[in-house]
């Protein structure tokens, strides 16, 4: 039967091309994704299998198209136009490279320093199809976003004078990027208490979550205190 993207390969695995530089971090790396059950991973060297997934180092130095040019080369000869997914891993994760990628319709990204278990996730979310971006990554995306929409109206935050003068405060840290431990250093409370206070903020403007707040906080140049 013949392989499709949907399909676990041959063998009931994903196919994972190891990265192109042979460093001692990227030889690691592929001994460890290859001891992973689930996983078989190709040399970087070798063109007899084609790849479901290609790890991508990113070199901030060389263009992101020369980057992508040189994993084409890499790649067997496949039936069609048939691309693997991939994944970028960033030691730099700049916005304009990651539009860059974006653009070139990768859909996968980690950071150089994450856990194997992430990387291992990240593998299994880009082979279904889906995008894959850590924490610090999309806040960059929507941040980069963010200048190129248009303004919302000041009636977004409607809900804003429900807070009370210390809710106010945190919220404002909250729209900073500053975590719960931070904002209890800064008022000198408890992170037990400022999680009451993040909750009761989120209750009353009704977001779903800390991410959601900060991102429309950023969109209107931060929460006026």
């Not at 070798?46 to 990113?58: K, M, S, T």
């Not at 931070?182 to 008022?187: N, V």
Request: net charge neutral.
């Amino acid at each position: 039967m013949p392989h499709t993207d949907t399909d676990r390969g041959r063998h009931g695995t994903i196919r994972v091309l190891a990265p192109g530089c042979r460093s001692l971090f990227t030889a690691g790396l592929a001994t460890a994704l290859g001891r992973t059950p689930g996983l078989e991973v190709l040399p970087a060297d070798d063109g007899a299998d084609f790849p479901d997934v290609a790890l991508l180092e990113d070199v901030p130095a060389v263009p992101v198209a020369d980057t992508l040019a040189g994993l084409v080369r890499r790649l067997p000869q496949g039936p069609g136009d048939r691309r693997p997914k991939i994944i970028v891993m960033m030691r730099d994760p700049r916005i304009d490279r990651i539009f860059a990628y974006l653009q070139a319709d990768v859909r996968g990204f980690v950071c150089h320093d994450a856990p194997l278990a992430e990387l291992v996730t990240a593998v299994e979310v880009v082979f279904r199809n889906e995008a894959f971006l850590p924490h610090g990554i999309a806040l960059q995306v929507i941040d980069g976003i963010l200048p190129y929409l248009p303004k919302p109206a000041s009636e977004i935050w409607p809900h804003m004078d429900t807070l009370t003068g210390r809710e106010r405060e945190i919220f404002a840290l909250m729209a900073s990027g500053e975590s719960n431990a931070e904002i209890a250093d800064a008022f000198s409370l408890s992170q037990k208490t400022v999680k009451f206070h993040v909750s009761n903020i989120l209750r009353k403007l009704g977001m779903k979550n800390r991410i959601q707040a900060v991102a429309r906080a950023s969109g209107t140049h931060r929460a006026t205190v």
